[in-house]
């Protein structure tokens, strides 16, 4: 079956540090990959997405490549800002999966000024 | 118009109450869903509806009935709720198809006394 794997949280970090998510995957088929944020009291939103292997997804300074060889989404910025505190939840869909996505636990990000 | 607007945003009732969330989006979508959200978890998907009909039931509990009145629009009425069931219940939408993201709405907040 699909699942993944996101690193446990809370991160925690200075404004300005760079920011690393990781996230694996197991899948049958061939997946997109996608990451997702959800601010304090708000929904999940769409921040990136890849669609094959080799695909870069990037949104507001965010960065994340489908690694086919490594099974891997590690979401990353190179200066976080204080928004961008929120939980990212890392996310698989496959046809094989009836196109329901399969969510990674949730990391938690804290910035701190 | 890439929303999907849910309504109440925060709902109080007691266990013998009967009260109905209710979702729209006017994106085209054709698939619909339902999903509850605990603090600091991942969503938990609960129902999906594919052009206007029930798909996907996760063995949720009967006190949850879904519709889905039309193309557009998403409902769930809620009945005899337990303590337990308090928690954020999100709607989504998305393209049918493997490379679909979903588009969620902000959630209401749902408090069961």
């Known amino acids: 079956g699909n699942s993944v794997t996101q690193m446990e949280g809370p991160v925690t970090l200075s404004e300005e540090a760079f920011l690393t998510i990781n996230c694996t995957y197991t899948a049958t088929g061939y997946p997109s990959l996608f990451w997702y944020v959800q601010y304090p009291g708000e929904g999940l939103q769409l921040l990136l997405k890849a669609t094959k292997a080799d695909d870069k997804g990037s949104n507001k300074g965010f960065e994340a490549t489908y690694r086919k060889e490594t099974t891997s989404f590690h979401l990353e910025k190179g200066s976080v800002q204080v928004s961008d505190s929120a939980v990212y939840f890392c996310?698989?869909?496959?046809?094989?999966?009836?196109?329901?996505?399969?969510f990674g636990r949730g990391t938690s990000l804290i910035v701190h000024p | 118009d890439t929303e999907v607007t849910q309504t109440p945003k925060h709902l109080v009732m007691g266990m013998t109450n009967k009260k109905s969330l209710k979702c729209e989006q006017h994106m085209g979508h054709r698939a619909m869903y339902w999903y509850k959200q605990k603090a600091k978890k991942p969503p938990e998907l609960m129902f999906v509806?594919?052009?206007?009909?029930?798909?996907i039931n996760e063995s949720v509990p009967s006190r949850f009935s879904p519709e889905c009145p039309n193309s557009s629009l998403l409902n769930l009425h809620l009945h005899a709720l337990q303590p337990e069931d308090s928690a954020l219940y999100l709607c989504a939408s998305s393209r049918t198809g493997v490379t679909g993201e979903l588009f969620f709405g902000e959630g209401s907040r749902l408090t069961v006394l």
């Open positions: 509806y594919s052009y206007e009909k029930l798909s």
């Open positions: 996310a698989l869909l496959t046809s094989g999966g009836s196109y329901i996505p399969t």
